[in-house]
């Protein structure tokens, strides 16, 4: 769409005038912008390398007559984030030791002058070739729900143990999972949370198959993280992670009952995300 409502002012804020601000100033858009029908979060989109001019890109409300108009699906701009990466070799470190989310995409972002167009004109060339980009749990959650080419990417990740894994290795749908495949390595596995069964007030097992079935990979919260997952990611209580997105980093293995099962025990190698709207993994 060409237009948005900005809620600082309440004014109408177009496209090609967002355009020609600097990204610092664009920056200070980010959060504040709406569709003017539905009120749902849109965000700016620049003009694209095939041609398609700046425009908005809202999550819309169901049956938003904005949503009939827009072609263009909200995950768009991080799939370009994405060829980005792949283009200048970036690497991301994964951060699982206290440090999560410490880089934002947009601050590691290089600004360089561009010759010819005047001494504040920037343009945004991603992150320097070959250079390492930092990123938590949450972010890489967001990403694996959010943005479609992203966990299908053969962008390297850095683990702490210093070896490179590719992205569409490394992150796994829960009912992707396989003994053969992932036991022992530290892999990341995400999911739609459908139920959750206490065991003996221990633990949360995430999605438990049934009892015969020992092929599917079993997820496990222990209790004793329950408090840190419920204040870090704003829930009412540990029941709320139903019907929501969760990663678990984890080195899956087979347990002592031959179960293939990965568990978590420090908050950040864990995260969670509500289901979006418009699910692009529908
Ligand atoms: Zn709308």
Redesign the pocket.
């Known amino acids: 769409m060409q237009f948005a409502l900005l809620t600082i002012d309440g004014s109408d804020l177009g496209a090609a005038q967002v355009e020609l601000l600097q990204p610092s100033e664009r920056g200070l858009l980010r959060g504040q912008l709406v ?1 003017r ?2 009120r ?1 979060p849109a965000h700016f989109r620049r003009r694209s390398t095939n041609g398609n001019a700046a425009c908005f890109a ?1 999550r ?2 169901s049956g ?1 007559p ?2 009939v108009l827009s072609d263009s699906p909200w995950p768009e701009p991080g799939d370009e984030e994405v060829a980005r990466w792949e283009a200048n070799e970036n690497v991301i470190a994964l951060a699982i030791d206290g440090a999560e989310d410490a880089t934002e995409p947009d601050d590691s972002t290089a600004r360089v002058r561009t010759p010819g167009q005047g001494a504040h004109r920037y343009a945004r060339t991603g992150p320097a070739f070959g250079s390492t980009i930092q990123r938590g749990a949450t972010n890489l959650l967001r990403q694996l729900v959010n943005w479609p080419t992203f966990k299908t990417s053969s962008v390297n990740m850095r683990l702490p143990s210093g070896e490179l894994v590719p992205v569409h290795t490394f992150f796994s749908r829960v009912r992707d999972a396989s003994r053969e495949g992932h036991v022992g390595h530290l892999r990341g596995f995400w999911g739609l949370v459908h139920t959750l069964d206490d065991w003996n007030g221990r633990g949360l097992w995430i999605n438990s198959p049934p009892a015969y079935n020992l092929d599917s990979l079993r997820l496990f919260l222990p209790s004793s993280i329950h408090p840190a997952i419920i204040e870090k990611f704003g829930l009412a209580s540990i029941d709320e992670l139903r019907g929501r997105y969760v990663l678990l980093i984890d080195t899956a293995r087979i347990s002592g009952g031959n179960r293939f099962m990965a568990d978590v025990y420090q908050v950040e190698r864990f995260a969670t995300i509500p289901k979006p709207e418009n699910d692009p993994n529908d």
């Open positions: 569709c029908t539905c749902g809202a819309h409300v938003c904005e949503a």
